[in-house]
Every structure is written in C-alpha cells, then in structure tokens.
C-alpha cells in the first residue's frame, strides 16, 4: 500500500535528520583534531618558519603564505579538514574567499581522481586539470575582490601572539562550539532536502526539466544523470552511479571527457560552498565562479576538438571492464 504523502514527507525528513547526524559526527571526527593541530602549529611558530618557501605561490594566487596550510589539507583530504584549519587561522573575508574557491574545485585530489579514472578519464589529467581551474579561477576571481587586506575577519584566533595558552584554547573551544552548531543546522537541512527528492522521484524530473542547462554546460544529454549526480552528491558520494552508468553505456569518448571536466571543477553544488557559509564567505562567491569556469573549460575543450577534427583527442579515457 502506497503511503500517504505525509507520511511519506515525515519518513523521509527522519531520515534525513539520521543521515545528517551521521554525517555530523563523521564530520566533528576531521573538524576538531584538523583545527586543534593547526592551533598547535600555529601558537608554535612552525607556519611562520616555513613562509618564505610559500609566499611565491601564495602570491601568485592573491594569498599570504599562511593559506598554504587549508590549501594543502583540502587537496588531500577535503573541506572539512580544510575549513577546520581556516578557523584558527588571521587571515581576511577575501582571503578566505579565495581559499574556498580554489578547494572547492581542487580537494579531496587522490580518492576523487581515482574515481573519474575508474568511470572515463585519466586521474592524472583529471587532477591536472582541476588544479589549472583552480589557480586560473582564484586569480581572475581575486581582481574582482577587496584589495584591502589589513583588517581580519577570520574567525580564527590571534595566534602568534602573547595572549596565554589557555585563553586562546578557550577561545578556540569557544568558536569550535558555534562552528559546529551552525554545520549541523546546515548538513541536517540539507540531508532532508534530499531525502525528500529521492522520496518523490524528483531528481529524475529535474534532469528533463534541466535538459538546457545541461547543453548551456557544453554536455551531451546522455550525460545528463552522471552529471546531476555529481552536481547534487559530489564525486565522491555520488561515486557508485558514476561508474555503474559509465559502464553499462556506450558514451562517447569526447562526451565523457567534457563531462569529468566539468564536474571535476563543478560538483557538490549543495552540501561543498555551505560548508564555508558559517565563515561568513558570500553565496556569490561560492557558486558562480566555478560554475562559469565549468562552462568555459568545457566550451574551450569543445573548440579544441572540432580544431583537431578528430573522434578522440590525446586524452586516454578507460572505462573498466
């Protein structure tokens, strides 16, 4: 017997607020050892000492030597980790700007390269790639934000300074609480959201309705599943309908190298940005400049192929057997 649309509204919230709790706790396990290290670091002096040898690349994109260390947490590990370190950290709302933008493109680099390898493009390229969109889209980006950089808005704590050691660990343990307080309100919404969706079948309707946003993003329609799951769920959580699907059809080579191109910089559109929403990083920032570096990737490797006027460009895309 088909349930109530109520009672199917009440499973699937339940259900929801199960997974984000889930996800929660999953998240405070990286969030608090990540930040409570940084700290450590940082009241240390170890990032002070290493600065010289990251200020050239840290000014190439716009940052100061300081944001190597979420940059670098991001890129192998994920967000999570990387918006622990953020918070401990003096930097300014559009230094933070930048950060995210360059981890929401390129984190979680291993795990997720290996999966786009497995479901139609190289992992080498793919993560090549992603980290070319990820320094061309901070440094165009960072001409457009405050050049202003003297006053800190991080959340993070004055670290470096005198202030005794206890206080600063009070004050960390402080703006950890509020931090966490305002993940969970955000994973749990989010998990109910979806929840929802999937109980209503709505996802399958959105690809139809979404058919022209898939072709504005440069994509084949065949590919318009792959790429909505990754948009919705990430590359990672959306792992298992990437590479079943890649392999039970017969996409074109080119169509899927368009397609990890495009979700290697663009995926997760829900749950990544609001991640860094609590920082107080602007909605503008966290969803518009890669979703236009998406569409301009793509678009230019369109171009590329119809120049090179061939079925297959030197891209080796696999799918597994």
Not at 122 to 146: E, K, Y
Not at 223 to 233: E, H, I, S, Y
Not at 247 to 270: C, P, Q, V, Y
Not at 284 to 294: E, G, Y
């Amino acid at each position: 017997m088909m349930m109530s649309v109520p009672t199917r509204l009440r499973s699937a919230a339940a259900v929801g607020v199960k997974k984000g709790l889930s996800g929660f706790l999953w998240i405070l396990k990286i969030l608090l050892p990540i930040s409570f290290l940084t700290l450590l670091l940082d009241v240390g002096g170890v990032i002070g000492k290493i600065d010289f040898l990251l200020t050239p690349l840290m000014k190439l994109l716009c940052l100061p030597a300081v944001a190597a260390l979420p940059l670098i947490i991001g890129m192998l590990t994920g967000i999570y980790g990387a918006v622990a370190a953020m918070t401990v950290l003096p930097m300014t709302l559009d230094q933070m700007t930048l950060i995210a933008i360059f981890l929401l493109i390129s984190h979680n680099l291993i795990q997720e390269g290996m999966i786009q390898g497995r479901s139609g493009m190289h992992p080498v390229v793919a993560t090549a790639f992603r980290l070319g969109a990820s320094i061309v889209t901070v440094v165009v980006t960072a001409q457009f934000l405050p050049s202003d950089t003297t006053i800190a808005i991080s959340g993070g704590i004055a670290l470096g300074t005198a202030a005794p050691f206890l206080d600063i660990l009070g004050n960390w343990a402080i703006q950890m609480g509020w931090l966490s307080l305002k993940i969970l309100a955000i994973i749990t919404t989010i998990m109910v959201i979806l929840e929802i969706m999937k109980a209503f079948n709505l996802i399958t309707h959105l690809i139809t309705l979404l058919q022209p946003v898939i072709r504005f993003m440069g994509l084949d329609r065949r590919v318009g599943m792959l790429w909505l799951t990754a948009c919705l769920f990430g590359i990672t959580y959306g792992a298992a309908v990437i590479v079943e699907e890649a392999k039970e059809n017969d996409f074109e080579a080119n169509d899927l190298t368009r397609l990890h191109l495009s979700i290697g910089i663009n995926h997760a559109m829900i749950e990544d940005p609001s991640l860094f929403l609590p920082l107080g990083i602007g909605a503008f920032w966290l969803w518009v400049p890669r979703l236009i570096s998406a569409v301009a990737a793509v678009w230019l490797l369109s171009l590329w192929f119809r120049l090179r006027r061939r079925s297959t460009v030197g891209l080796t895309v696999r799918i597994p057997s």
